[in-house]
């Protein structure tokens, strides 16, 4: 376990983390956009960036993305210096003329002295901050239904030719994961509507709520092997049904 030093903190990290993983088991704040923990690191926001040195550098310090740069044995990481602080403000300045309006983006952005965008305000706001954590996820789970399509100040999520994606199984898995709930949905008993696609709900034989759309029962059931009838149940109910079994085995020994 590499040991390193993060704002004058001692800190051991488990073989392969990264500078953000061992910044936050120690309870160190470094703020993201981008990152997930159950995603592959990307390292698209910049906001992670901290300066690293070592004492055989002779004070010269470069800046890496912590979500991608592993942490290494005897290194030192500052994650509040002087240009940390202007890169990320630098950022967040980008973001503000992008998102002039959300919520998230202008928090940020006033804790780094940005109250107020240098940059000309995007004429149509939007609360989308290109962080490609939907499309992501959306590709970790096999789907790949949406994408980041354009290019330059054009570049936007969307499905193909901004139709009804036929791939999409209306998990809501971009749209959970997305930082600043840009994704607009709708969801009941009975159906559900993600993307301009209408999904019919699987209700749990047990205790009756609509949990799983059916497209994102049979997606799951070709991808593993599983019979469909297995998603039909809910999570909740299947703890429940597994601790009863656990609980009587328990008895019988």
């Not at 995603?39 to 926001?45: A, I, M």
Request: proline fraction near 7%; aromatic fraction near 6%.
């Amino acid at each position: 376990m590499p040991t390193l030093t993060i704002d004058g903190k001692t800190v051991r990290a488990p073989e392969g983390a990264t500078i953000l993983q061992a910044a936050r088991s120690a309870g160190i704040h470094i703020p993201t956009l981008c990152h997930h923990e159950g995603l592959e690191p990307w390292g698209g926001c910049r906001l992670c960036v901290v300066d690293v040195t070592k004492p055989s550098w002779g004070g010269w310090c470069k800046m890496v993305v912590s979500c991608m740069y592993e942490a290494e044995e005897g290194i030192l990481v500052m994650t509040d210096t002087a240009r940390v602080r202007e890169t990320r403000k630098v950022v967040l300045d980008l973001l503000l003329a992008r998102c002039p309006e959300t919520p998230l983006i202008r928090e940020l952005a006033r804790e780094y002295g940005v109250g107020q965008t240098s940059y000309v305000p995007n004429p149509e706001p939007t609360d989308c901050i290109l962080c490609g954590l939907c499309t992501r996820v959306c590709d970790h789970i096999g789907v790949s239904a949406i994408s980041s399509v354009n290019r330059g100040a054009g570049r936007e999520i969307a499905p193909p030719f901004h139709e009804a994606p036929p791939d999409c199984i209306g998990c809501l898995a971009c749209a959970e994961v997305c930082p600043t709930n840009c994704i607009p949905y709708e969801t009941s008993d009975s159906r559900r509507s993600i993307w301009k696609k209408e999904f019919e709900m699987v209700r749990c034989p047990s205790c009756g709520r609509a949990h799983i759309t059916v497209d994102q029962a049979r997606h799951f059931a070709g991808r593993n092997g599983v019979p469909e009838e297995y998603f039909h149940t809910c999570d909740a109910c299947k703890r429940r049904r597994h601790a009863k079994v656990f609980t009587n085995l328990s008895q019988v020994g």
